[in-house]
């Protein structure tokens, strides 16, 4: 089945650690992003790609970091620099013709502090 | 102006009632306004979506209605079901290449049985 898959389910990070959110998909989406979603919240985008060795800025990427060495991979570094790294994470992508539209999400990601 | 405003925050609806979720924007520039499910401990999925050049669009149960006069847009589910339980985020696109999508705040869907 073809979907997207991020792991861990949860994590939990520790003062002054950076930790990576992983994002893999085998539907040969050229897209992918990552959102934050807080309760109460929609979805703010942190970090897009349009193609491999590329990505863009979203509205708050201050505090994070991505990658994008390959298609089908799209990992997020949460750093030290993220004061209130707690939310649940999510990774999605979209096809070559549903531009900055995404299609398919994961089942996300949810971080804490410890 | 990039904001899009969706209400109520939480509806409760009795089982076969019609649940309604009101948007609105202010974004003259949006052409692609899309609805996404999202269960507990999931990512949200993408329900259905409607173009500015239609007022309505209907697939089984879920109708988007859609008022380009008052940039508003709303989602109606006919017969609510217990699994429709749900949040819902409405968003919204520009026509330009470069444009982001920009999510509602959700709203939390109980459908009593």
């Known amino acids: 089945d073809g979907g997207i898959t991020q792991s861990p389910k949860y994590l939990f990070r520790k003062e002054g650690q950076n930790v990576t959110l992983s994002c893999e998909q085998n539907?040969?989406?050229?897209?992918m992003y990552w959102y934050r979603q807080d309760p109460g919240q929609g979805l703010r985008l942190i970090y897009y790609?349009?193609?491999?060795?590329?990505?863009q800025k979203g509205d708050i990427a201050e505090g994070y970091s991505v990658s994008r060495e390959k298609k089908e991979s799209f990992p997020l570094t949460v750093t030290s620099a993220q004061k209130n790294p707690t939310a649940f994470y999510l990774c999605?992508?979209?096809?070559?013709?549903?531009?900055?539209?995404?299609?398919?999400f994961g089942d996300g990601t949810r971080l804490s502090i410890l | 102006q990039q904001q899009v405003k969706q209400s109520p925050q939480s509806l409760i609806v009795q089982k076969g009632g019609i649940s309604i979720i009101n948007c609105a924007y202010e974004?003259?520039?949006?052409?692609?306004f899309p609805w996404y499910q999202q269960f507990p401990g999931k990512g949200p999925a993408l329900l259905i979506a409607?173009?500015?050049?239609?007022s309505e669009k209907k697939e089984g149960r879920f109708t988007i209605s859609f008022n380009k006069s008052a940039k508003q847009f709303s989602l109606h589910i006919m017969d609510s079901q217990p699994g429709d339980s749900a949040t819902y985020f409405c968003?919204?696109?520009?026509?330009?290449?470069?444009?982001?999508?920009?999510f509602g705040s959700g709203t939390r869907l109980s459908i009593r049985p």
């Open positions: 974004n003259t520039a949006f052409d692609y």
């Open positions: 790609s349009q193609i491999v060795n590329d990505f």
């Open positions: 539907l040969n989406h050229d897209a």
């Open positions: 999605a992508s979209s096809g070559r013709d549903s531009s900055n539209q995404p299609q398919h």
């Open positions: 968003a919204a696109r520009g026509y330009s290449s470069a444009s982001k999508i920009i």
């Open positions: 409607i173009r500015p050049d239609v």
